[in-house]
C-alpha cells in the first residue's frame, strides 16, 4: 500500500494492514531478526515450565511461534488490540 494510502487509516487499519509485511520489512533493516527473537527465549530459565502463558499485543507473532515451540505442554494465549 502507498504511503499517501495509509494517511487515509486510522491506527488500528495501518497496524493491521503492515502486519503481513512486518517480518519481511524487519529483515531488510536487520538480517538477524531471526536470531535477535530466538535471543529472548535464551534468558529464560532452563528449569522453567510454564503452564499458562499470556502474550499481550503479539503482533506478528513471531515470538508466540518460538514460546509454542520452546513450551508445547503450555496454554499460550494470544492477545492482539482490544
Known amino acids: 500500500m502507498l504511503a499517501q494510502e ?3 487509516m486510522n491506527v488500528e487499519e495501518f497496524y493491521n494492514d503492515f502486519a503481513s509485511e512486518y517480518t519481511a520489512s524487519v529483515l531488510k533493516c536487520n538480517p538477524c531478526y531471526h536470531e535477535m527473537v530466538q535471543s529472548l527465549l535464551d534468558y529464560l530459565p532452563e528449569t522453567m515450565q510454564p ?4 502474550d499481550l499485543g503479539c503482533g506478528s507473532g ?3 511461534i518460538l514460546l509454542e515451540h520452546a513450551y508445547p505442554e503450555s496454554n499460550i494465549e494470544k492477545k492482539i488490540g482490544k
Open 6 to 8: 495509509r494517511t487515509h
Open 62 to 64: 513471531n515470538l508466540t
Open 51 to 54: 503452564t499458562h502463558v499470556l
